[in-house]
């Protein structure tokens, strides 16, 4: 891979900027997004960061900083992040069509030569200019050191892009923490400091391949300069998992739907969980046999949660609610489907909770109804005891209007 | 056989502004063509399987966004309340353009003019004066009207 270089793009505090597009106002004045239920916050303007607020910081414990310094506040927005991010990946697809979506705000673009700082500087213009959101650009010849670039365009404010060529490598690993590095997490730096590697650059040293694990070396030969990572264009996780089936037997009555569909619901939500992942949208599709609906003769809706979920409760009662919108059709459906869409990996969903307690033990439910089902196919089911098991309704009193998604939510203009 | 609406298409032709009014919304198919295998369409590559609008109206979707107008400040060019606005983001706005631009921290919806290295905003009703911007002020360009939608029933 001699003369690639990966660029990773990622926005500066996303969920903030894609509020403020539409509230110009609050260009330089302390915005915040909180998870949901409204509990801890999961974004912050750099006005925000200045004050101290940490990230993850519950918002009962900064009720006065938010009076004193006047904070804006906004409940998370999925719908409208998820629809500016489309829109963001959408130029950069058109500059570099080998581009992986690594999160909701981020991509790593992989060039066949060094792009030129004019290319460069034109992305950050576009995306400004085109959607408003301010971008960084880390470039290197790995993955791993684009990762550490970026982090760079961002600290040191350098017109948002750094580029790591061969000069600069040691120095930059010498003032690089080990957590700083992308695949490091607290314990592996903890575990590493108790040998004595601190930095990046004592990592590089000392690496020794008979004792370190894959992911070490792996990082290893990415800071030297060693790709190890390509671009995953078709990732072996599935972006979106669906189950259908064209009936013998048209069916037409919401019970025997819903029988049907649950069907599909588990089977596409346990595929979910085996890959380690999460879905923010459920969608319910139906086709009926003939042109009886207008002259739409098929039915397609879906909902999307507003924290992306593994746990087949949640998507049954997505189930049932959009089972109540089918419309009668005298001749009833022929063809009927389940999808999940907005599929994230379950390590990035930091991003979107911070109730990870909640979400661990809805893991380890989904863990044990597979390990059961495996054991009794066929035998073992979920079902609703009662409407408020689990509830996709959470608690938004912050919420910014639908500006891209609802008609009567468009921004007004005078 | 499907049943199609009819369509009306009206234009304002004393108007200034770029745009097409529609009594509904809906998505026709042009016809219906079955072409079987082996023989040719006689009509060769002109079918078009139906009229979008989104095709029509909406050029560059990443840099498109859809407002809503309130108030008069347009109603000469035809812009009343309620009106929907389709701004694309990606454009230059040239001399004469509707644009919305954030003044000082608003949106508003005005036509452009440059004269004497200064930039106006000019409203479409003897109601309302121009606005000259003067350094002092806080003002981006946000995006460039093309087109205008009015659901008249």
Not at chain 1, 217 to 223: A, C, F
Not at chain 2, 43 to 70: A, H, M, Q, W
Not at chain 2, 91 to 97: G, I, T, V, Y
């Amino acid at each position: 891979m001699a003369g690639v270089f990966f660029a990773l793009v990622d926005c500066n505090n996303f969920f903030v900027s894609c509020e403020r597009i539409f509230r110009p106002n609050l260009k330089n004045k302390p915005v915040m997004v909180l998870s949901n239920n409204d509990g801890c916050i999961i974004a912050r303007s750099d006005e925000v960061k200045k004050i101290g607020i940490k990230m993850g910081q519950p918002l009962h414990e900064v009720r006065d900083l938010v009076e004193r310094f006047g904070i804006s506040i906004f409940s998370a927005n999925f719908r409208l992040y998820s629809d500016i991010s489309k829109r963001v990946f959408g130029i950069l697809v058109d500059y570099c069509p080998e581009i992986e979506i690594y999160s909701i705000d981020e991509a790593f673009l992989k060039f066949a030569k060094l792009p030129t700082v004019n290319l460069v500087e034109e992305i950050i213009y576009k995306i400004k200019k085109d959607i408003g959101v301010d971008v960084s650009i880390g470039i290197a010849k790995t993955k791993t050191l684009s990762k550490l670039a970026n982090k760079f365009a961002k600290e040191h404010k350098i017109g948002f892009k750094f580029t790591i060529n061969e000069l600069d490598i040691e120095s930059i690993l010498r003032q690089t923490k080990l957590g700083d590095l992308w695949g490091i997490g607290k314990g592996l730096e903890n575990q590493l400091n108790r040998d004595g590697v601190y930095t990046a650059y004592d990592l590089v040293q000392v690496n020794n391949p008979i004792f370190s694990t894959v992911v070490v070396s792996r990082i290893v030969n990415e800071l030297r300069g060693k790709s190890a990572l390509d671009v995953s264009l078709v990732s072996d996780k599935k972006k979106s998992l669906t189950m259908s089936r064209t009936l013998r037997k048209v069916t037409s009555t919401k019970e025997s739907l819903y029988i049907i569909c649950k069907e599909f619901t588990y089977k596409v939500v346990s595929r979910l969980h085996k890959q380690r992942s999460l879905a923010f949208t459920f969608g319910l599709y139906l086709r009926s046999s003939k042109y009886k609906l207008g002259f739409k003769n098929f039915f397609l809706e879906t909902i999307t949660l507003d924290s992306p979920s593994c746990f087949i409760p949640d998507f049954l009662k997505c189930l049932q609610n959009l089972i109540n919108k089918v419309p009668r059709v005298e001749d009833g459906f022929k063809k009927i489907g389940v999808v999940l869409l907005n599929i994230i990996d379950i390590s990035d969903s930091q991003k979107y909770l911070f109730e990870l307690e909640t979400n661990n033990s809805k893991s380890k439910l989904m863990d044990a109804f597979r390990e059961i089902s495996n054991k009794f196919p066929n035998k073992i089911s979920f079902d609703l005891i009662d409407n408020n098991f689990v509830s996709t309704l959470q608690t938004k009193k912050h919420l910014s209007p639908g500006y891209t998604y609802r008609w009567s939510d468009l921004l007004t203009v005078k | 056989m499907v049943e199609r609406p009819a369509v009306n298409r009206l234009v304002t032709g004393s108007s200034p502004v770029r745009g097409v009014f529609l009594i509904c919304m809906v998505k026709l198919p042009l016809y219906l063509e079955l072409i079987k295998a082996g023989f040719p369409s006689p009509t060769g590559n002109d079918i078009e399987s139906y009229l979008s609008l989104d095709e029509y109206l909406i050029k560059n979707k990443n840099s498109t966004f859809f407002v809503r107008v309130s108030g008069d400040s347009m109603v000469d060019d035809g812009i009343v309340s309620n009106d929907i606005l389709i701004v694309d983001r990606s454009l230059e706005p040239n001399r004469e353009d509707i644009i919305i631009a954030c003044l000082n921290g608003e949106f508003t919806v005005k036509r452009i003019k440059y004269k004497d290295g200064f930039v106006y905003l000019i409203p479409a009703n003897s109601k309302y004066k121009e606005i000259k911007i003067l350094p002092e002020d806080d003002f981006t360009v946000w995006g460039v009207v093309t087109s205008l939608i009015r659901k008249i029933k």
